[in-house]
């Protein structure tokens, strides 16, 4: 098994692929994918064209397209969750990071289902696989929110269900927007893309108890929660997968 880990994005990188399926070139590409994202779309570079758009440096309408087209993903995101996923900061700043980490993994997987057999790639907690490892599913673990050297679930990552995103704030503290009190401290989504998992767990910790009903029966994705309290709760596929 080749072991790959990089940063980029304020985060690391860390990717399993089959011994000799990824050559130096292959792997460079990968980086590549998640340095043109970071390039583009991160508010901590002052010369990215989203940080000249926070600045009033560059209009929002003359931005490249592939600016305007995230924009809009976001947007749309905004309105299936009923803004609890949102494209902008409390002040009004466009922060595309909830859903660019979340494209870049989906751009690097599929440059990597073309050139690999079996691998998984991991950034910042979130996960996106293609395959088996030694024959099973890749376990995927959850740590426990309210003791961080222990696991609360390990997801097996099979089939169509390729992506797991963490939301929360043990981890990061407090960086999600929320539209009121805390509810969830930690929401893990597992689904077929990681653009939905990593939008669906976000727009879950940031709500309430009814948006998980809602967004559980209009989105097909297993999750599991972990309320103020530390109490876990878990879809009917999720709750084999908690310890």
């Known amino acids: 098994m080749t072991v790959h880990v990089f940063g980029t994005m304020g985060t690391v990188v860390s990717l399993r692929a089959d011994d000799g399926a990824l050559d130096r070139t292959d792997l460079a590409s990968v980086e590549a994918v998640f340095g043109r994202y970071d390039r583009v779309f991160s508010l ?8 000249r758009i926070a600045r009033g440096d560059l209009p929002l309408a003359s931005a490249d397209a592939e600016v305007r087209d995230v924009y809009a993903l976001a947007v749309d995101w905004r309105n299936r969750t009923s803004g609890a996923f949102t494209p902008h900061r ?6 595309l990071s909830g859903v660019v980490k979340a494209l870049a993994m989906a ?3 599929a440059f990597l289902d073309a050139r ?27 740590v426990d929110p309210a003791a961080r050297d222990r696991l609360a679930a390990v997801v097996d990552v099979a089939g169509t269900r390729r992506a797991v995103a963490t939301s929360g704030s043990s981890e990061r503290g407090q960086h999600i927007w929320r539209r009121g009190g805390e509810v969830f401290t ?28 809602r967004f559980t029966h ?22 084999d997968w908690v310890v």
């Open 186 to 213: 930690q929401v893990t989504v597992i689904a077929d893309d990681i653009v939905t998992a990593d939008v669906l767990a976000t727009a879950i910790a940031a709500g309430d108890g009814r948006d998980l009903d």
């Open 44 to 51: 901590y570079r002052d010369d990215s064209p989203l940080s």
């Open 116 to 142: 690999a057999g079996d691998w998984l790639l991991a950034v910042g907690g979130d996960v996106l696989a293609r395959g088996s490892h030694g024959g099973e599913p890749w376990g995927v673990g959850v």
């Open 90 to 95: 409390p002040d009004g700043v466009v922060d």
């Open 218 to 239: 209009d989105f097909d994705v297993d999750v599991i929660t972990f309320d103020a309290d530390g109490a876990a709760r878990a879809t009917p596929a999720a709750s």
């Open 107 to 109: 751009e690097a997987g």
